[in-house]
């Protein structure tokens, strides 16, 4: 049930919202080219994305792109209430307040992933941002389009500086270019990453036990398996190839520790990247 809602347009379209929910309640967002940055002033929500449900508590946020239907958010508490702060993101007005370069946040990420939603952590940046909008939703008469566009400036910057940058330009790139990855394309453009199955698996928009299911359907094998066969089968062709120092070529193929790349290959190939590279080109 919705308590007390509030809400400024620019140029049209809902930009800024705070509302107040009491539980139990649901809150749908429409589908449409937009993204949507979320802050819980009090309370908590919870999200959920295929089978993985996300709880965002006080002071802490969630953006997220509504392109696709289903996205809603629910409440986390029964007899509770939660206050929230809604910046939506749409590429036509983004595109006219920049109407020479986009910032480097909304231009297209080379981060092949579907990735759709990404937790902020507790920001004191964002948090000071959030009171300079409670301040103009205190004062109405003090907002104009000016001030609006100011707003959704300073917003864009600061979450590009932010330790969770990268995933939202993900996001908001989609909003410009909206391009949907298959399965298959995400694994083989991070098969060579550092990337965790659990963050593969949000590359994919998908919960792990799904991605797990969904991998083991396509490729008959587990993610850890696989990728790390990928990546010895890599690190012995450049080894061959290649007069790279080892521990470069482990770095390269995803292996952040020496120790660990040794053992994996010469469990592998019955010998260690040194002998194999001896023995190999000796040949």
Known sequence: MVNDYKKYDLFGKTFMQKIELKSPFRYDF??????????????????????????????????????????????????STCEIVIVTFYPDILKKIYDRELPLLLQA???VSNKSNE?????????????????YFENPSLVNEDILVLK????????????????VQV????????????????????????????QLAEQNNLSLSSFKREF?????????????????????ELLLASDQRITE??????????ANFTRSFSD???????????????K
């Open 30 to 79: 429409p589908v449409t080219e937009q993204a949507c940055f979320l802050y819980v002033l009090q309370g908590e929500f919870r999200y959920q994305v295929d089978q993985q449900e996300r709880n965002i508590p006080a002071s802490y946020s969630l953006f997220l792109n509504c392109i696709s239907s289903g996205n809603q958010i629910r409440h986390a508490l029964p007899d």
């Open 216 to 236: 083991a359907k396509l490729y008959n094998d587990t993610p850890a398996s696989y990728i790390k066969n990928k990546k010895l089968e890599k690190a012995a």
């Open 109 to 111: 990420s080379k981060t």
């Open 119 to 135: 937790k902020i952590n507790n920001d004191f940046l964002i948090q000071k941002y959030i009171e300079g909008l409670l301040f």
């Open 249 to 258: 070529i482990a770095l390269n193929c995803g292996f952040n520790d020496l």
């Open 171 to 198: 996001i908001l790139s989609q909003l410009f270019s909206p391009v949907t990855y298959t399965f298959k394309q995400i694994i083989e453009a991070n098969l060579f990453s550092q990337l965790t199955i659990e």
């Open 268 to 282: 592998k190939y019955q010998r260690t990247p040194r002998e194999y590279r001896h023995e190999l080109k000796a």
């Open 152 to 167: 959704l400036k300073e917003i864009i910057l600061l979450l590009s500086q932010t330790q969770n940058a990268e995933a």
